[in-house]
């Protein structure tokens, strides 16, 4: 069973930065592409950024490019979310999860390319 645990989140004002952490187990983690996702209150969940299985690629939302950093460490099965400059509308429960595709050649960027989602971590910014 693949299980994905977030954990960074919390409380910060707008301007400061949070590092977010998604431990992976259960999967060949390095063979995967792996993304960040938000959610904010009464809105669908949305794509922030994803790394592909290497760690060579990334992509990111237009809403977060120059501020946030993705990256991976495949000897700890770990990815970051490194998030600096935050502002008030990044306010949300930020997940993690898997990309279906095994060494996929597109850096997925869709919901429905993801699966083994974690629980989320709530990152609140306050004005």
């Known amino acids: 069973q693949v299980q994905t645990v977030e954990s960074g989140g919390g409380l910060v004002q707008a301007g400061g930065s949070l590092r977010l952490s998604c431990a992976a187990s259960?999967?060949?983690?390095?063979?995967?592409?792996m993304g960040w996702f938000r959610q904010a209150p009464g809105k669908e969940r949305e794509f922030v950024a994803a790394?592909?299985?290497?760690?060579?690629?990334?992509r990111y939302a237009d809403s977060v490019k120059g501020r946030f950093t993705i990256s991976r460490d495949n000897a700890k099965n770990t990815v970051y979310l490194q998030m600096n400059s935050l502002k008030p509308e990044d306010t949300a429960v930020y997940y993690c999860?898997?990309?279906?595709?095994?060494?996929?050649?597109?850096?997925?960027?869709?919901?429905?390319?993801?699966?083994?989602w974690g629980q989320g971590t709530q990152v609140t910014v306050s004005s």
């Open positions: 790394v592909n299985w290497s760690g060579g690629r990334t």
């Open positions: 259960g999967r060949t983690f390095s063979s995967y592409a």
């Open positions: 999860a898997v990309d279906r595709a095994m060494y996929g050649l597109v850096v997925a960027t869709t919901v429905n390319d993801y699966d083994y």
